[in-house]
T-cell receptor, first 112, second 107 residues
């Protein structure tokens, strides 16, 4: 099993550009989440999904969209990148029964 | 009060020493707790789960104090490889992460 995979690993965007961060898991987990991590801020939940076709907002959803068309994939879209979105983005998954969460390796995004 | 609070450290501890740090939580109904370890520029990885009063795994012991609403992580005989940030996690519908405690083991 590959676990949770994320692409790209690094990305530089200009202000106003849009892009999609990809996340996939092969553990048949129902629950998937996107977090951003900034220095001194810890992990903050952006959006999450409890299953295909179901998504909900987390703590810091503004500027981001998600969709969940399959159990495996949970892409995160930046609509119009801003410097405040410079961060490390982690995707994670878990089963709905157990709270033990597995993280992808992260995407380091810089917006100039 | 924040949902999950941790002392950010840094804790600088000599190799071989014992170190402990706490995590306080606000939801008294929480039933399970987790410690994650995060190495520099890496993703968090599950270290220990705590479903009852505590859990022990080799040099690591996690304990739960429900009355005072905190969980602790104790590391005995610390190794250089234990240097990392330790994140406390409390499931409250969604998982709520503490900001982490940074630990550096000094040779």
């Amino acid at each position: 099993n590959a676990g949770v995979t994320q692409t790209p690993k690094f990305q530089v965007l200009k202000t106003g550009q849009s892009m999609t961060l990809q996340c996939a898991q092969d553990m048949n987990h129902e629950y998937m989440s996107w977090y951003r991590q900034d220095p001194g801020m810890g992990l903050r939940l952006i959006h999450y999904s409890v299953g295909a076709g179901i998504t909900d907002q987390g703590e810091v959803p503004n500027g981001y969209n998600v969709s969940r068309s399959t159990t495996e994939d949970f892409p995160l879209r930046l609509l119009s990148a801003a410097p405040s979105q410079t961060s490390v983005y982690f995707c994670a998954s878990r089963s709905t029964v157990l709270y033990e969460q597995y993280f992808g390796p992260g995407t380091r995004l810089t917006v100039t | 009060r924040k949902e999950v609070e941790q002392d950010p450290g840094p804790f600088n501890v000599p190799e071989g020493a014992t170190v402990a740090f706490n995590c306080t939580y606000s939801n008294s109904a929480s039933q399970s707790f987790f410690w994650y370890r995060q190495d520099c520029r890496k993703e968090p990885k599950l270290l220990m789960s705590v479903y009852s009063s505590g859990n022990e795994d080799g040099r690591f012991t996690a304990q739960l104090n429900r009355a005072s609403q905190y969980i602790s992580l104790l590391i005995r005989d610390s190794k250089l490889s234990d240097s990392a940030t330790y994140l406390c996690v409390v499931p409250e519908g969604k998982l709520t992460f503490g900001t982490g405690t940074r630990l550096t083991i000094i040779p």
